[in-house]
């Protein structure tokens, strides 16, 4: 196991690199089913409505129409919301409106055609009847009486009011502190535009009954569970999803979707194949939104620099209907991520859901860490301006120390490992971090404005325990699955629940298994994504891949290995304890001649010559591993920006993350990770937001209005890690998926204001656009 | 109403009857069937769909296939010959430059366009030349990387 070059650890290219260099992966828009039908959604021009008629007749007689159908023909169950909070209220999400509207880009009816063309053509003859209502689009002003209700049943548009933490013990740490540094901070909504926008392609087989979905999910078989069980009621074993290559996730290829319910009920009623892939207009409007919460938060120090209580009060925004993790991002995903890597004593969040009429919020890349980590690290900030200390003084000084892990938050988690000094000091160093204040002093005198934001930030990777997860309202496990099975050969197949979307899993957990097993990289092929083949699992989300799903897979190779021994001491006639495995084989300790290869084993296994007495033939495993805690990543990051205060203009000079990930399989896939994450939370420091006007439209519903990162606007990242194993799996990993859109936003933010500290700036509200900045210093300048 | 048009698309010749409003890059999946140029926003921004049109590279969600008569198309698959990569691909998976692969088609052919133009670009006229592609998994940080590679490859260094 352990020779020279370990296949685990090592920075291995990529094997699923051949098929998308060379243009042949196979992404759902490109799986061309024969006899298909393409799918056009009719959608709500309006944010608020009631429908008074729907008109079909022109478009079913259209060149080329197959069908058209509302909302009165496809009579399904609503979609699923899978996390129930107490109280909560959950309005009914119908695939096709229902009476009413309530965001724009509702689908209302679903247009086939034999074309895409064509049904595009007849959707524009359906003729739909609206009498508009009052819109309400801002969570706080949704949340009062007056305010128009999107349901009849739900007063306010609250949905949860939900609560974690010790409310009585932070109000008195408030009482007893020396030093209050309060912020409204305002999380803006974002969209998360994966490059592939979402498609699907049903097929229904009347002659079976089998329904086959194609589908961008991250998630295959809970997408598989909540359509074929909770909406189209019909045997989810007669359904089949695969979910083939898909082309980024983020968070908005996690919830189950109208069109993808569509398609498979009308692939039923038709009885042939119906496609449909959304334009990007229809994923702005369409794909869950993230974050969107307006805050009061406040923490007390006491005059040393010492946090003593933090009080935070959200209203988050859920949008017109409650998204598959829609309740679950802004409460559990959050709440408990407010004591960060800081020792806080008291602690108490609470947290409207309302309902507005936008599209729906879900998980996007951090979901719910992002929002809690921009808020701890914009007040460290404020505060250590307050109480005039150096920011790396005031995080140091509050820094839960090395020797306190396991360490119990006092907002539920209990931190598996940490020790955030180290990564802290790496960051400065690589940055020049007194150098850089001195060059900061500098410019100043110049009339330059350099501004130097840190950010030291907590993850939670790899949701768990599922007894848990139960009892705080989730409706499904938080497992994952993973089938090895070694075929006669020696060659070993592996069947994992994790679903990769660009995480490159195909490699990583490959060399997890020959690293293991001590067999070549080549005689391993990982398999993913399809219903049809890999037993239950859970999916991608959460950075739980490796934590999660790569432990499952250790779990099996655990078994492999158990029944291989057996087999190899009946063989070697000694005794099992006498054995040893190493580079592939079984030997005899002390004598080494005397050995079993695996693949020996493998073969004798399906042979059954000769096994000892009373065991089954064959060698394969299905493990369901149950992870005992969450894994938390954490680390430093360091931005260097330049702002002209004349324009407004952010010019990002240098970028330095250190980041602790536990154990890491493949550094080169970690750092591309690691620098993905960076940008999507410069996108939301920067640029990014998803804008509606009063009315509910949605302002920004192009990539032209809606600014994505885009490679001239960014520096190459200077990164780096340090390594503290997580104890709570057993391949030591946390998770690397999202760490750096976490940590990110707020180092940006901090670097701008810090910029402006000159001016007298202490906040703007996110994204930090040219026209805030200039806005808000030339306010000051009065 | 149909027309008809000849293309040559990696080399090969096609000739087909396409209505007059038919994309470009949807007569390339669709009706050619070459689906390795992807559709990221259909609106020209994304530049997933690039591809080489007449040794131009270009974004073909924004062109008709009727206006494409008689033109020299490469597309992804066009980009190894005889079974061995291009540098720029070989840079690609060297380096790491793509996660989902998405975006991957319409930036090798940008790349391809940019290192024919300017064989040694610094790290700025990369990115400056890459600003109508986007990637929302790399950060651009290993696809700059990437081209640097395939530049020094192709320069024999
Ligand atoms: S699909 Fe053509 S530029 Fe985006
Ligand atoms: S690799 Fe996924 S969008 Fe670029």
Redesign the interface.
Known sequence: MTTATRLFGSAIKRREDPRFITGKGTYVDDVKLPGTTHAVFVRSPHAHARIKSVNTAKAKSAPGIVAVFTGQDVQTGPLPCAWLLPGIKIPPRPVLAQGKVRYVGEPVAIVIAESAYAAKDAAELVDVQYEPLPAVVDCQKAHAKSASQLFDDVPENQSFDWSIGDKAKTDDAFKAAAVVVKQRLVNQRLITNAIEPRACAASYAPATGDLTLWVTSQNPHVARLLIAAFVLGMPEHKMRVIAPDVGGGFGSKIPVYNEEVAVCWASKALGRPVKWTAERRESFLTDAHGRDHLTEAEMAFDRSGKILGFRVATHANLGAYLSTMGSLVPSYLYGPLLSGVYTIPAIFCRVWGVLTNTAPTDALRGAGRPEATYMIERLMDLAARTLNMDPVELRKKNFIPADKFPYQTPVAFVYDSGNYGPALDKALEMVGYRKMREEQEKARKNGQYLGIGLSTYIEACGPAPSSVAGALGAQAGLWESALLRVHPTGMVTVFTGSHSHGQGHETTFAQLVADDLGIPMEQVEVVHGDTGSVPFGMGTYGSRSAAVGGSAIYTSLQKIKEKGRKIAAHLLEAAEGDLLYEGGKWSVKGSPDRAKAFGEVALMAYLAHNLPQGMEPGLEVTSFYDPVNFTFPFGTHIAVVEVDPETGHVKILRYVAVDDVGKVINPMIVDGMVHGGITHGVGQALWEWGAYDDQGQLLSATMMDYALPKADQLPSYETARTVTPSPVNPIGVKGAGETGTIASTPAIANAVLDALAPFGVTHIDLPLTPSRIWQAVKAAKK | MKRQIKVTINGVGYSHEV?P??LLV?YI??VV???????????S??G?CTILLNGMAIKCCTMLAVQADGAEIL???G??KDGH?HPI?EG???K?G????????GM?LAAYQLLQRSPNPS??E???N??G????????????KSIQYAAQKMAGR
Do not use: K, S
């Not at chain 2, 793509?98 to 088609?105: R, V």
């Open positions: 209505e409003r038919l949807h999946r669709d069937g070459l689906t390795g140029t992807h559709i990221g926003c259909d609106t921004q994304c997933a597309t992804i698959e980009v190894a990569l691909q690609f998976w060297e790491h793509l996660q989902c692969g998405y975006c991957t088609p090798i790290e700025a990369i990115r400056h890459l600003e592609n986007l990637c929302r998994c790399t950060g651009y940080h290993n696809i700059v």
